[in-house]
């Protein structure tokens, strides 16, 4: 199917942001003409005006010879004292009617929202339009400049999201993936039958704890359940997985998307690591990228490297069309241009392992458990200790805790299957646990210094540093960089 290339938003927006403040400052410079019946108001219409404003024809002379009413010309009615004392009016403060302007602006905004789930596109862009219209009407303002920014920055990726989904939309089913068996994908099954077979073994053998519940999650939101294999090439099924650029989980989520999608992050959780929670997150990732992209390959490029990466790499075709993913594979990234014909891979070797020489076992059966609602702090160690379980099947069920212990709000602890009465009867024997106080300082790294001279000055250790401050390795250290170094009663505390 023939496609358009889309757009580039910043011409887009400079375009209609140039017609509609040049419209803006032209209605503003034009007088209000007046019919003979409104003369009241002090202006009268000429003979061309009122001609233009009829519904009989005007010739090209009487346009081209418009003047604006003579003001010595016009009657101006006197006014009186009274009408005088009527027209004094008090004044409104101009940032009520600015905020007022940005309020619309944001209504309009969600009534685009509402456009392009009903898949009015039109309609969606014109309420973005008149949305940033009304942003460059309001002037720069201390008070209201944050809300400015906020509002810009939601319109023009919306706008970037509208333009996607109408012009890079590619031919493709909602409910079926494409088998593709090429070149490509087959380089990726001789890579799992040869360096990666252990890993690809393993990976299945985990998967049976999980995706159980990823089927009945996507059959129910009518996505493809193939899908439920994704995890195996993003994570291994290890629920506690984590790459290099800090994404973590089953499904992999970095902290910004994971908490666009809902997934709550604090010092006591992290849901990233909840398989129930972190699947149904994913489900609304991949219906917002269909939307936008149409077809599952070109979806699951953009979920591993971002729409935006995808979206500029369809911009830059040379090409006006495009019919399919592979139009487009070899001009990203290399570990995104792996990334669909791996999941081909894996589909290919789980709907034949024979033909590919695996034998694969029976997957680990799927984690049940019972809930329990915790009101306090209480370490998983002390509960497992009580219930005469393992520490560890106990930690498999609550994978978010990351202090493990449950957090100082209630929440709804798992436990194995016929120990939810037995957390009930001895909860009240179960003491509350304080979390060790955390104090830092905070050193600006200087020329020449390394992680160990660091620590070694502040008497601590290296992987206490790389800990405080979420770092894998200390050798990417930059002059000027903050960090947080945790001081001896913090390290006498733990």
Request: glycine share 4%; with cysteine.
């Amino acid at each position: 199917m023939k496609i358009q290339q889309p757009l580039s938003l910043i011409p887009i927006i400079l375009f209609c942001s140039a017609v509609l403040a040049v419209a803006g400052c032209v209605h503003k410079s034009m007088p209000v003409p007046e019919s003979g019946a409104n003369a009241h108001s002090g202006f009268q219409t000429s003979t061309s005006l009122q001609a233009l404003a009829s519904d009989e024809p005007v010739s090209a002379g009487s346009v081209s010879n418009l003047e604006a009413p003579d003001p010595a010309a016009s009657e101006i009615a006197p006014q009186n004292q009274n009408d005088k004392n009527n027209s004094a009016v008090v004044k409104k403060d101009p940032v009520d009617d600015d905020q007022a302007m940005l309020d619309d602006a944001l209504a309009l905004t969600d009534s685009a929202q509402e456009y392009w789930e009903d898949n009015d596109m039109d309609e969606a862009i014109e309420s973005l339009d008149q949305a940033y219209a009304l942003i460059l009407k309001v002037p720069n303002d201390p008070k209201l400049s944050q809300q400015k920014d906020d509002l810009r920055f939601m319109i023009s990726k919306k706008i970037m999201e509208l333009y996607a989904s109408r012009q890079t939309t590619v031919k493709g089913s909602y409910n079926a993936i494409p088998m593709v068996i090429n070149n490509h994908v087959q380089r990726e099954i001789q890579s799992f039958q040869t360096q990666e077979r252990d890993f690809f073994l393993e990976a299945y053998k985990r998967s049976g704890r999980y995706r159980g519940e990823m089927v009945k999650a996507l059959k129910e939101a009518g996505l493809p359940e193939e899908l439920s294999w994704l995890p195996l090439i993003e994570s291994g099924f290890k629920v506690r997985a984590l790459s290099r650029s800090r994404a973590f989980g089953l499904w992999q989520f970095i902290p910004s998307t994971g908490y666009k999608y809902g997934l709550k992050r604090n010092a006591w959780i992290d849901e990233r690591l909840d398989p129930e929670k972190s699947t149904a997150a994913a489900i609304a990732y991949f219906k917002e990228l269909h939307g936008m992209f149409g077809d599952w390959a070109t979806v699951l490029a953009a979920y591993n490297c971002g729409e935006g990466a995808v979206a500029r790499v369809i911009r830059e075709q040379k090409a006006d069309y495009l019919d399919n993913f592979w139009d487009f594979y070899e001009r990203l990234p290399q570990e995104t241009a792996r990334y669909f014909p791996r999941f081909l891979a894996v589909l290919a070797i789980i709907n034949d392992p024979a033909k590919y020489g695996f034998t694969l076992d029976e997957p680990d059966k799927p984690l049940s458990c019972e809930t329990v609602t915790i009101e306090r702090p209480v370490q998983l160690s002390t509960m497992a200790d009580k219930l005469g379980i393992e520490l560890d099947d106990l930690s498999a069920l609550n994978p978010e805790l990351r202090r493990a212990a449950t957090p100082n709000t209630a929440y709804a602890l798992k436990v194995p299957p016929g120990k939810a009465e037995a957390v009930l009867a001895s909860l009240d024997k179960i003491p509350k646990w304080s979390p060790p106080k955390v104090e830092f300082v905070v050193h600006r790294v200087r020329r020449g210094e390394t992680l160990s001279l660091i620590a070694l000055r502040y008497r601590t250790s290296t992987r206490r540093i790389l800990e405080a401050n979420n770092l894998r390795s200390g050798r990417l250290l930059r002059i000027g960089q903050r960090l947080k170094i945790p001081t001896r009663n913090m390290l006498s505390a733990s």
